[in-house]
C-alpha cells in the first residue's frame, strides 16, 4: 500500500464525497407543481431504464470473484471451497436484498397506520436504499484504487461514479411526481443522505482495507433490493399505460446508465 499523508487521506475522503454527493442533483426535480401524466410516466421510465442499468452493474461486478473462482477450479489452481463460498454471498445476497424488501412492505401494509409513509415515499425510500448500498461498492472501488497510489485511476472513477450519481437522484425521486403534495426539502435531503451518504463510508473503508468477499455482499444485496424496486415501478408504469413514453423514458434510462459507464471504462477500471 502507498504511503499517504493527512493531506491525501483528506483528498481520497474528498473524492468519496464528491462522487456521493452529486445525488443530490437530480432531487429538486421530485418538487415540480403539477407535472403533468406525460412527465410522471417519463419519469418513472426513466427511473426504471437507469435501475435496470445499476441491476445490469451491480451483478456484473459482483459476479467477478465467483467467475474467477471457477476458473481456478477449473484449470486446477483453486478448490471447490471459494466456488461454493462466493455462490453461496452472491446469491444469498440477491435472496436477501430481494425477500428482506418483500417482508418490510407486508409489515408496513400490516400496520395499516395512518402515520405510516405514503407509498411514493416507501418506494422512494427502498430506491434510495438499494442505490446506497450500490453506491458503497462504488466507494469501495475508489478507496482502493486510492490507497494503492492510482489517484489517477481513482479520479476517473470520481468522475464516473458522479456522474452515475447524478442520474441516480432522478431515479429516487420519480414516485414522487404522483404526488399531490409536495415532498419537504428535509425529506429529499435524507434520502440523498441514504442514496450517496455509503459513496463516502465506502471510500473511507476502501482506503484501509477491502476484499471479494465484502464487496460481493454488498453489491449482490443492492442487486437485489434494486430488483425489487424495479418491480413495483413496472406495476406503476403499467397502470399509468403511455406505452410510448415508456418505451421512450426506457431507453434514456438505460442510455444515461451506459454512457456515464463508459467514464468509469475508459480510464481502464
Do not use: C
Amino acid at each position: 500500500m502507498a504511503e499517504r499523508t493527512l493531506a491525501s487521506e483528506l483528498q481520497i475522503l474528498a473524492m468519496g464525497s464528491i462522487a456521493g454527493g452529486t445525488i443530490f442533483l437530480g432531487l429538486p426535480i421530485g418538487r415540480l407543481k403539477k407535472a403533468s401524466v406525460s412527465l410522471r410516466s417519463f419519469l418513472n421510465a426513466l427511473a426504471i431504464g437507469i435501475l435496470i442499468f445499476l441491476v445490469w452493474d451491480v451483478l456484473a461486478h459482483g459476479y467477478v470473484p465467483l467467475d474467477t473462482a471457477l476458473g481456478r477450479l477449473h484449470d486446477h489452481e483453486g478448490g471447490l471451497g471459494p466456488v461454493l463460498g462466493y455462490a453461496t454471498l452472491f446469491i444469498g445476497g440477491i435472496t436477501v436484498g430481494l425477500l428482506s424488501l418483500v417482508y418490510y412492505e407486508n409489515w408496513l401494509r400490516s400496520k395499516n397506520s395512518t402515520n405510516a409513509a405514503s407509498s411514493p415515499k416507501q418506494l422512494s425510500l427502498l430506491i434510495a436504499s438499494g442505490i446506497g448500498l450500490h453506491n458503497f461498492g462504488e466507494g469501495l472501488a475508489i478507496g482502493a484504487s486510492a490507497s494503492k497510489g492510482a489517484i489517477g485511476l481513482a479520479t476517473v472513477l470520481v468522475i464516473g461514479f458522479a456522474l452515475h450519481n447524478a442520474t441516480e437522484g432522478f431515479g429516487i425521486v420519480a414516485p414522487l411526481a404522483s404526488e399531490s403534495v409536495r415532498p419537504s426539502w428535509n425529506f429529499l435531503f435524507w434520502m440523498g443522505v441514504i442514496g450517496g451518504g455509503p459513496t463516502f463510508l465506502g471510500t473511507l473503508i476502501g482506503t484501509q482495507f477491502t476484499n471479494d468477499a465484502l464487496s460481493t455482499v454488498f453489491l449482490s444485496l443492492a442487486a437485489g433490493s434494486i430488483l425489487y424496486v424495479v418491480v413495483q415501478l413496472l406495476g406503476v408504469a403499467q397502470r399509468g399505460g403511455l406505452r410510448v413514453i415508456l418505451g421512450w423514458g426506457l431507453v434514456a434510462g438505460l442510455a444515461a446508465g451506459f454512457i456515464t459507464d463508459m467514464v468509469v471504462t475508459a480510464g481502464g477500471a
